[in-house]
Structure formats: structure tokens, C-alpha cells
DNA sequence: CAATAGATCATCT
DNA sequence: GATGATCTATTGC
């Protein structure tokens, strides 16, 4: 199940490898985006991991969504144009971040949940402090932007170009997506809107 | 393996 | 002043 060419594993090889994703691409409503997104490869700091697990985040309604209470400071950029970033601090310790969907003033928003590392290694090793297998560098919404060495400071970045980007295939693997409902949250808790790459060693929590 | 405790702080009430 | 889209270490079978 992970990423079908192992000759891929230096981030400039991973580069050519895949192409850029215009941002009017990410304009899906959340739970697309958020399977849209499987597959894909985030690139920041000479690390990059291939995205295996992801949460949708929807607007008003869903009472598990930051921007249910509505359009504040930290917020705000739910709201916006889709493509960019929403990082946050969780539990004062990690950071998690997400992809903003849907057109500008419609709220929605993709949690990245776990990445399969592919390029960088031993620099994720590094920042995570991580001595076990590499399927633990990047399987949870906090460990992964460690290990990429994303924090707030990417709030609001777009991510169709520039230092931190998500890229597509050029040669699309296939895989086979599960649907379960949403990790860690105490409303909505049955809603079916966490998509994963069945059966893939790097998600946070099997099915 | 499962359950639980503790770390730690920005955001919102 | 309470809470939380988490993680790690530790305890107990």
C-alpha cells in the first residue's frame, strides 16, 4: 500500500515527480476536498509525505467545526478563499493543520490527520525525536506537522506554490478510500467525514 | 494490548 | 476560568 515507486525518495526526485494543483482546484466542498486530497504530497523544509488520512470540517451545522461559532481572529480564514491554510494550536502543544475549502465566504476546512513519509527522513527523525519505524514519524495531526516543521507562522498560506505546497502524481497511485466517522471530537461524533487510504500503515488509527 | 494521567496555552465564555 | 480536531509515558492485565 505505500507509495508504489521506493526509487522516489529524495525530495528533488519527489518534486519532478509530481505538478502543481491550481488553487481554484481546492475550491471543493469540504468532505470532496477531503478525498480529493488522499494521495496528494505536502512539500515543506526539505520534507515531504504523501497524504494517507483526512477529516472535512463543515460550516454552521457542524458543531465540530471551529468555524460553527462563527468568524473570529482565528477563524477568519475558514471563510476565505480555498487553497490556503488554517494552522492551530491543540491542547497548547501541537500545532494542526488544515486546508481551507469551498469558495470564499462558505466555511469548510480539511484536517491533514496522517502523512506516509516519503522524502527528508532523517530530518523528520530529527524534529520528531522519534526512534521507532517510519510509519510513526507523521500518523497524527500533530506528529506530521512536526515533522514538516509547520506551525502557525503558515497561517493563512496559500498551497498550490510556495515553501509550503501540496502537489499531485503526475502518475496517480490507486488506492482504496474508507469512510469513517471523525477522531477526537465530542459533537457530531457520528457524522461519516473522516476519509482514509484503506488498510495503510501510516493512519493515525486503523479504520 | 487497553486505559489513564499529565503536559501546557490560545481561544472563547 | 474552562476547554480542546493531541501525544507520550506509565500503569495494569
Known amino acids: 500500500m505505500p507509495t508504489s515507486d521506493k526509487s522516489i525518495s529524495t525530495y528533488s526526485a519527489l518534486w519532478r515527480a509530481t505538478a ?115 510509519k510513526g514519524l507523521a500518523n497524527g495531526p500533530g506528529k506530521l506537522t512536526r515533522a514538516l516543521a509547520i506551525t502557525r507562522g503558515h497561517y493563512g498560506c496559500r498551497l498550490d506554490k510556495g515553501p509550503l505546497s501540496i502537489r499531485h502524481w503526475r502518475n496517480k497511485p490507486d488506492f482504496k478510500i474508507a469512510i469513517t466517522p471523525r477522531i477526537g471530537i465530542s459533537q457530531c461524533t457520528d457524522w461519516p467525514l473522516r476519509f482514509i487510504f484503506d488498510g495503510h500503515p501510516c493512519l493515525s488509527r486503523p479504520l
Request: proline share 8%; with cysteine.
Open 20 to 134: 502543481p494543483i491550481s488553487l481554484n482546484a481546492f475550491a471543493l466542498p469540504a468532505p470532496e476536498l477531503a478525498q480529493f486530497l488522499l494521495g496528494t504530497v505536502i512539500f515543506h523544509a526539505e520534507t515531504a509525505g504523501m497524504i494517507v488520512e483526512t477529516e472535512a470540517y463543515l460550516g454552521a451545522d457542524d458543531l465540530a467545526a471551529h468555524s460553527s461559532r462563527g468568524h473570529t481572529d482565528r477563524t477568519k480564514v475558514i471563510f476565505g478563499p480555498a487553497g490556503h491554510a488554517y494552522v492551530y494550536l491543540i491542547y497548547g502543544m501541537y500545532e494542526c493543520l488544515n486546508v481551507v475549502a469551498d469558495v470564499a465566504g462558505t466555511p469548510g476546512c480539511v484536517l491533514i490527520r496522517a502523512l506516509e513519509p516519503i522524502a527528508g527522513l532523517p530530518m523528520m527523525y530529527q524534529r520528531r525525536r522519534w526512534l521507532g519505524p517510519p
